[in-house]
């Protein structure tokens, strides 16, 4: 990452908190073509009380931005967050073309390429923040607060945001988390990815779900396991994913997601062959 952290993670948590609602949302455009990366961006900043919407790539942002269109609509978004590398536009020439008008929200680049050439331009253009892939949520959280203080954000017609029913998990649920991994917005993660489980909740015993991470203290050089043990009649399927090294974005959460996904499809496999056997 390019800047500093301006505060430490409680702070930062409680200042987006409490300017999301105590004013008008703050409304999000979020431009990331790897959608695992993208709907986990935005479950979080929505989580954290911001309007988020999403384009799958930079030709998807130049027309909600309204650059690819006679009429120009940033006005309704106050923050812009964007990869730099993504099919059609990128985020760097988006932020290129904003030089034209006035009043343009800040943009917050993000890249898996940090080299000295991208980091210098994005910086002379005026980006507000470079971040570079893997970064830590509270990374991102502190720069929209840096951007946005308590009391600044604008007041444009407020977006009301759809409140949510908390989300239950119908199967006996254990989480196990170890070297300081245990917060409330991984908790309610993880409780978020378990309930995609609750259509097998029928043939789920227990689960137990255990987050781990090794490496070294900096962000970027931790390599994050995740591990579920699902109980169901007669075995336990356990599912085990380690995220990678190299220039791939993979943080706790993506690792989390992955691991999920590895999961429904082991037991969809167990149903297969559970319905296969009664037939017979």
């Avoid at 919407?53 to 120009?72: I, Q, T, Y």
Wanted: with cysteine; aromatic share 6%.
């Amino acid at each position: 990452m390019v800047k500093q952290k301006h505060s430490t993670p409680s702070e930062t948590n409680r200042s987006l908190q409490d300017s999301c609602s105590i004013h008008s949302p703050l409304r999000i455009l979020l431009a990331e073509d790897d959608l695992e990366m993208s709907r986990m961006l935005s479950w979080y900043l929505q989580k954290k009380g911001c309007h988020v919407v999403a384009c799958k790539d930079g030709n998807d942002l130049m027309r909600h931005l309204g650059l690819s269109e006679p009429l120009e609509c940033f006005h309704g978004f106050d923050l812009i967050i964007s990869d730099i590398r993504m099919p059609g536009a990128s985020g760097l020439q988006v932020l290129e073309a904003e030089k034209e008008f006035d009043n343009f929200p800040s943009m917050i680049l993000i890249t898996a390429f940090p080299d000295k050439q991208t980091l210098d331009l994005a910086k002379r253009l005026g980006a507000a923040a470079i971040l570079s892939k893997p970064f830590d949520m509270d990374d991102l959280l502190a720069e929209i607060s840096y951007i946005f203080p308590l009391g600044l954000i604008s007041e444009k017609a407020q977006l009301p945001l759809s409140k949510q029913d908390p989300v239950v998990v119908q199967f006996p649920l254990e989480l196990c988390f170890r070297h300081d991994l245990d917060s409330e917005h991984i908790k309610d993660f993880v409780h978020n990815m378990a309930a995609k489980l609750n259509r097998f909740n029928h043939h789920i015993e227990h689960c137990r779900i255990i987050l781990d991470q090794s490496g070294a203290h900096h962000q970027r050089n931790r390599l994050y396991h995740v591990t579920i043990n699902i109980d169901v009649p007669g075995k336990t399927i356990v599912v085990k994913h380690d995220s990678e090294t190299g220039s791939g974005f993979e943080d706790l959460y993506l690792s989390i997601h992955l691991a999920f996904g590895a999961a429904i499809r082991r037991l969809n496999r167990y149903l297969q062959k559970h319905s296969s056997t009664k037939m017979r």
